[in-house]
């Protein structure tokens, strides 16, 4: 079974700066699909940005990347010039590609505020 | 173009009472997803419809939860009877399920709780 572990359960970083999230999976399918989610205090869940496993590139969206390292089974998520906005819950997930499931594993979550 | 929509968005009930929670996905998507999360556990994956069809339950706790989806843009599920530890935040979401659109939009979420 497929886990996604996010060690930091909380963090914080001033406005305008930059803030790393960790994120690691422990899987054995060599396809599958990585996502960031964000949930503000609204509850809503917004996508963040999302990665292909079999894609070298890391994906980018404006001020968020990632640094994928599928040896490592790693998936970080970096947010460049911090908004106070970006003050949420943000959740890593994993999707295998293949075997007819759609299932998304979700980690624990990583509260994120961001201070004036 | 509407996201996954969710009705209600809050519920208090009580004990005993049959509760359901709806959603309408995204237009042309043909998956659809229900998940719950609580303090405890997380986000959950509850059950997942492909063009209709429930694909995955094992995540739906116990007979006292059933879902349905008579057709490509209307899901229900239901809880009957409701108990306190089901109090939780419901989310409804759904993909397009072809190669490399599997993404899943999630709907506002119900927020259920049970005196």
């Known amino acids: 079974a497929q886990t996604v572990t996010q060690s930091q359960p909380e963090m914080s970083v001033q406005e305008a700066e930059t803030v790393t999230l960790s994120c690691t999976y422990d899987t054995s399918e060599n396809n599958y699909y990585l996502f960031w989610y964000k949930q503000p205090p609204s509850r809503q869940m917004i996508l963040v940005i999302r990665?292909?496993?079999?894609?070298?590139q890391n994906a980018t969206e404006n001020r968020f990347s990632v640094n994928f390292q599928k040896a490592a089974k790693s998936f970080s998520l970096k947010i460049s010039d911090s908004q106070l906005g970006d003050t949420a819950m943000y959740f890593c997930a994993f999707m295998p590609a293949q075997g007819g499931s759609e299932k998304l594993v979700f980690g624990k979550g990583t509260k994120l505020t961001v201070n004036p | 173009d509407a996201g996954v929509i969710q009705s209600p968005r809050h519920e208090v009930t009580e004990m005993g009472q049959e509760v359901t929670l709806r959603c309408k996905p995204i237009s042309g998507h043909n998956s659809l997803f229900w998940y719950r999360q609580t303090m405890m556990r997380g986000l959950e994956l509850l059950i997942y419809?492909?063009?209709?069809?429930?694909?995955?339950d094992s995540g739906m706790p116990e007979d006292r939860f059933s879902a349905k989806m008579p057709n490509a843009s209307f899901s229900t599920l239901k809880i009957q009877p409701s108990e306190p530890r089901d109090s939780a935040v419901y989310f409804c979401?759904?993909?397009?399920?072809?190669?490399?659109?599997?993404?899943?939009?999630f709907g506002p979420g119900t927020r259920l709780l049970v005196l």
């Open positions: 419809f492909n063009n209709n069809v429930p694909i995955d």
């Open positions: 979401a759904s993909s397009w399920n072809m190669w490399g659109q599997e993404t899943q939009y």
């Open positions: 990665q292909e496993a079999y894609k070298q």
